[in-house]
């Protein structure tokens, strides 16, 4: 494998990890507190978000997204 993908693969890596610990934080949670586990985690939890949302909001996460990935491969 080629120097210049070992450290986008690393970074990956840490990132994937990084996603599991959240998840099993979460999970933890919800297990000792029930559904009120979740307020440990995410906030607006109860407000209207998911009434509000938007094609236009897809379109912004999509954007942030992809300039993410831009940027993670212009820094390798």
Known sequence: MSA???????ENVAR???ALQRVRSLRESILAKGIDGIYDHFE????DWLEN??????VEIDKAA???VVQSA???
Do not use: K, R, Y
């Open 66 to 68: 992809s300039n993410t």
């Open 53 to 58: 949302w938007t094609d236009e909001d897809i």
């Open 4 to 10: 210049n993908f070992e450290p986008v693969i690393s």
């Open 44 to 47: 607006d939890v109860d407000g």
């Open 74 to 76: 212009d820094q390798h």
């Open 16 to 18: 994937a990890i990084e």
